[in-house]
C-alpha cells in the first residue's frame, strides 16, 4: 500500500481539523490532501514515473510537508538532503542517486545549476522558507481539474519510497532504501505504543531531513489525526511557550539540556503536556534526572536509525529505566551477540543486530554492502553495541567503527580526516568524540603537523566547514608530534578520547 493512503485512511474524516500550524498559518487536513495532490499531480506532469526520485535540500517549511507527501503520493521516491550539506557532498548525493527532478533553496540555485549542467534528465526548482520560489509557481499553476481528479498512485509494501544517505565509514556515503511497507509499520507501532490520538498536540522543532523529524515527528501524527505546531528551529523559550496547549515533544538530547537552562522550566508549567520522548543520540543520567526534577515529568527514551526507524522504546506505561532505550517495540525482533553470532546473556555487551518490518531493504547501489551488512539468518547489523539489563531493557554502550553522534546527528570520522589530510602541513589525523553537555558529543580532530609548518586551530576548522556540513566540523582541534598506536600500528582512538575528553 501507498504510505499516504495508509496514512490518509486514519485521518479519514478529519478534514476541517487542523493538521499543521507554521507561524501564523494554520493548515486543515483538507489543506494537506488538497496541496500535497497538488505537488504530485505536478510531478506528474513533469513526465516522472513510479520509482523515479525527487531530491529536496530545502528549509523547514509547510510546503516542504506537502512536498514530500505529494511525492509519495505520486509512486516517487523521496531524497532529503542536510540543509547543512555542501557542494562536494550534495554532488555525490545526485550522481549516485540520479534524481529526475531537484528542489534548493533560492541562493543554492548557482551551486545545483553547475552540479546539473551536464545531467539531461534533472529538472531544477527552487523553494524557499517563506514559500517562494520557481516550484511553488510551478505547482500553483497546476489545473483544478489535476489536483481534485488527482489518486495516489497504488505502491506495493516493499517498493521504495525514500532514499536516506548515511555517512559512510569509508567516507562514500551510503543510500538506505526504505519502503512503503517500512513506512506503515512504523507508523502504526509508533502511534500505539506511544499512545498517540487525535487529540494529541506535538510541538515540532526537529529538523526535517531526518529521520526523527520526517518518520518519528510526523508519520504517526498523521496516522492519528492529530495536530502538529511547527517551530521552524528550536529555541527553548518558543517551545516552552507551546506547553500550555500541547501535549507532546519529541527531541534530541541538546533540547532537553537548553529546556533545563529556562527558569520557567516547572511543573506548573509542563502540566499540560502528557509525553516527552528524546532520541537520535543518548541521554546523559544526570539530564534524566534533572529533567523529571524540574518537569515532573519522566522522559521516554527510544532508539532507532535510518535504516529501521524506530527499534526499541522506553514503555509508556510502566518504568523508564534512565541509561536504556528499553525493549524491542512491537514487530521488532532485537538481539545482542558474540562475535561468532551467539546471543549473549544480561549485561554482556556485544553487537546489536534487528529484524522486523521495519528494517530497510538495503543500500541504494551498493549489493555487496548490502549483503555484508545482513547476517546469513537475515538479521541486520546495526552497528551498535549494546548490553540487556536484567529486565531485558537495551542499553547502548557503544558504537563500532567510532560513529561519533553530535547533536543527534551522525558523524563517521574518516569522512571528517579525509579533508583533514588534504590540508597542507598536515601528516595524519585522528578524529574522534568526546562527552559535551549540549551536544552529547564533540567532533574533536587530532592532528600532527609537518615538522616546522604553521597551522592553527582556525585554519583547519574554516577549511572543513567549506567541505563538510557544520555538524561534522571539528569544535577543537589539538596539535601533537604523534599519534597513539597499537602494536598492530592501529591508532588507539580510545586513548585519544580518554585523553581530549
Not at 95 to 106: F, K, L, S, Y
Not at 202 to 209: D, E, S, T, Y
Not at 363 to 387: L, N, S, V
Request: charged share 25%; proline share 5%.
Amino acid at each position: 500500500m501507498n504510505s499516504y493512503t495508509f496514512f490518509s485512511d486514519g485521518f479519514a474524516g478529519q478534514d476541517a481539523k487542523v493538521f499543521l500550524e507554521d507561524g501564523e498559518r494554520a493548515y486543515t487536513y483538507d489543506d494537506l490532501d488538497r496541496e500535497s495532490a497538488r505537488y504530485a499531480a505536478f510531478f506528474q506532469g513533469l513526465g516522472l514515473v513510479a520509482g523515479d526520485r525527487v531530491a529536496a535540500q530545502v528549509d523547514k517549511s509547510a510546503d516542504a510537508v506537502f512536498l514530500y507527501l505529494g511525492v509519495l503520493r505520486a509512486g516517487l521516491a523521496y531524497l532529503p538532503l542536510n540543509t547543512d550539506y555542501q557542494r562536494g557532498e550534495i554532488g555525490y548525493f545526485l550522481g549516485d542517486a540520479e534524481p529526475r527532478a531537484v528542489i534548493c533553496r533560492r541562493s543554492a540555485a548557482g551551486v545545483f545549476g553547475e552540479l546539473l549542467k551536464d545531467t539531461r534528465d534533472a529538472k531544477l526548482f527552487t523553494l524557499d522558507a517563506s514559500g517562494e520560489g520557481t516550484l511553488r509557481e510551478a505547482v500553483a499553476a497546476v489545473p483544478a481539474a489535476a489536483v481534485t481528479g488527482f489518486r495516489t498512485v497504488d505502491r506495493a509494501d516493499d517498493d521504495l519510497a525514500l532514499i536516506i544517505y548515511t555517512s559512510g565509514t569509508t567516507g562514500r556515503s551510503k543510500g538506505a532504501m526504505v519502503t512503503h511497507g517500512n513506512i506503515c509499520s512504523n507508523a502504526a507501532v509508533l502511534k500505539d505504543f506511544w499512545r498517540i490520538t487525535a487529540n494529541d498536540v506535538l510541538v515540532h522543532a526537529l529538523p526535517l531531513f531526518h529521520v526523527h523529524g520526517l518518520f518519528v515527528a510526523l508519520h504517526p501524527l498523521l496516522l492519528a489525526g492529530a495536530t502538529i505546531l511547527m517551530q521552524r528551529k528550536f529555541d527553548p523559550r518558543a517551545v516552552l511557550a507551546e506547553f500550555d496547549r500541547a501535549t507532546m515533544l519529541m527531541g534530541v538530547p541538546t533540547f532537553y539540556v537548553r529546556l533545563l537552562g529556562e527558569p520557567s522550566l516547572t511543573p506548573e508549567a509542563c502540566s499540560h503536556m502528557r509525553l516527552f520522548i528524546s532520541g537520535s543520540a543518548p541521554l546523559l543520567t544526570e539530564t534524566f534526572d534533572a529533567f523529571r526534577e524540574r518537569s515532573g515529568h519522566t522522559i521516554l527514551e527510544r532508539y532507532g536509525m535510518s535504516e529501521a526507524g524506530m527499534i526499541t522504546s522506553n514503555p509508556y506505561e510502566g518504568e523508564r529505566r534512565r541509561g536504556t532505550v528499553g525493549p524491542a517495540l512491537p514487530g521488532n525482533s532485537v538481539r545482542v551477540v558474540d562475535l561468532e553470532g551467539k546471543p549473549l546473556p544480561p549485561m554482556q555487551p556485544g553487537d546489536v543486530q534487528i529484524k522486523g518490518p521495519n528494517v530497510f531493504k538495503g543500500y541504494w547501489q551498493m549489493p555487496e554492502k548490502t549483503r555484508e551488512e545482513f547476517t546469513a539468518d537475515g538479521w541486520f547489523r546495526t552497528g551498535d553495541i549494546g548490553q540487556w539489563d536484567e529486565k531485558g531493557y537495551l542499553a547502548i554502550v557503544g558504537r563500532a567503527k567510532d560513529l561519533i553522534i553530535s547533536g543527534g546527528f551522525n558523524v563517521y570520522p574518516k569522512e571528517v580526516e579525509m579533508i583533514l589530510d588534504n590540508i597542507l602541513g598536515v601528516v595524519e589525523s585522528a578524529v574522534v568524540g568526546v562527552p559535551h553537555a549540549d551536544f552529547g558529543e564533540a567532533v574533536t580532530a587530532v592532528i600532527v603537523v609537518t615538522s616546522g609548518f604553521s597551522l592553527t586551530e582556525a585554519e583547519v576548522i574554516a577549511k572543513v566547514k567549506s567541505e563538510l556540513a557544520g555538524y561534522k566540523v571539528p569544535k577543537v582541534v589539538h596539535f601533537v608530534q604523534d599519534l597513539p598506536r597499537n602494536a598492530m600500528g592501529k591508532v588507539q582512538k580510545a586513548v585519544l578520547r580518554k585523553q581530549y575528553g
